[in-house]
């Protein structure tokens, strides 16, 4: 029993082999960080970057349909950067137009979102746990369908004899169809429609955790419900009405398959001219400047969702 101990106690004062390879691997917190950086640098940062590549070249006939920036001619090394692209799109009036108009239609669609997607999750916040899965699952069952296929069933509803208008001239209240299809009415319609569920998401993640003792509390003390949704439930979920608000506002500008399908020849939206500069025209240089652009106008409001989405997480901690 004494040699065990002996052994035993030898055993434990002996120090561990040294192990080079453990002091340079990284440890598990730092792969489960490094693992999203990693994503965003090869499929946002990257590409990204090719794309302003791009942007600072010439158009040209050849393949690749752009000059190269850095050319060697007689052994001396000559930097082509065309800076006026950027200064087209300052000057010319159809992509200011653009760009405001892009602004413009995913703002009111934002806003059209959030009228109806408050009260839908404020309904299913405060329904019962079985109810409220079965409503949440409604809200995630359009995901399940290709978004092309939704896009283009609004066409069959939307149209001057589609089922829309043959329900509402049927019913005695219109007696021409609404023009619908090929407008901006469409694209409305249309981008409410997809990015409906981006906003109800988060603001449900932030209404049913809320603390209802609060709104107890208030209506003891003799509160209006009003008064107690304006003063207490509204402020609550500030930061869920900005992240939903965000989610539709950053990919509605650049919306390219609404507008397309839904919209008409005078509908302006920053992803149509896009798609005609690079497949139409073939001017690679200039799409490339319009999409910096529009990703530079979009900083903004990444920038506020990332404050907001920082600060919620400290909020927490």
């Not at 920036?69 to 200064?87: E, M, P, R, S, W």
């Not at 760009?99 to 703002?107: E, G, I, V």
């Not at 089922?163 to 694209?187: C, E, K, Q, W």
């Not at 906003?199 to 208030?218: C, W």
Request: proline share 6%; glycine share 6%; with cysteine.
């Amino acid at each position: 029993m004494v040699g065990f101990l002996r052994h035993g106690a030898h055993a434990m004062n002996t120090p561990r082999m040294f192990n080079p390879l453990r002091r340079f691997a990284p440890s598990g917190r730092t792969l489960v960080i490094a693992a999203p950086f990693l994503w965003l640098v090869l499929f946002f940062a990257v590409p990204f970057v090719l794309v302003l590549k791009i942007s600072f070249a010439d158009a040209q006939l050849s393949v690749p349909p752009y000059t190269d920036l850095v050319q060697i001619k007689d052994g001396v090394v000559n930097f082509a950067f065309q800076l006026g692209h950027y200064l087209f799109l300052l000057q010319d009036s159809l992509y200011v137009a653009t760009y405001l108009s892009s602004l413009k239609m995913a703002a009111i669609s934002t806003v059209f979102c959030l009228l109806i997607g408050y009260p839908m999750a404020y309904y299913i916040a405060r329904s019962n746990p079985a109810t409220r899965n079965l409503l949440m699952m409604a809200v995630m069952l359009p995901f399940w369908t290709s978004f092309l296929i939704r896009v283009y069933a609004w066409i069959g509803i939307l149209k001057d004899d589609g089922l829309l208008n043959h329900f509402l001239i049927g019913i005695g209240m219109l007696h021409t169809p609404l023009r619908l299809y090929h407008s901006d009415a469409g694209v409305y319609i249309g981008m409410v429609y997809s990015y409906l569920p981006f906003l109800v998401m988060p603001l449900y993640a932030h209404l049913v955790k809320m603390d209802l003792t609060l709104l107890e509390a208030a209506y003891d003390l003799g509160a209006k419900p009003w008064t107690v949704f304006f003063r207490i439930t509204l402020p609550l979920s500030k930061n869920g009405i900005i992240a939903g608000c965000l989610l539709v506002f950053i990919p509605a500008v650049g919306e390219y398959v609404i507008p397309e399908l839904l919209g008409g020849a005078d509908t302006l939206m920053i992803g149509r001219v896009m798609w005609d500069e690079f497949f139409n025209d073939v001017d690679w240089p200039m799409a490339s400047a319009v999409t910096v652009a529009m990703v530079m106008l979009l900083l903004v409001p990444m920038a506020v969702f990332q404050y907001y989405q920082v600060r919620e997480m400290e909020g927490k901690s």
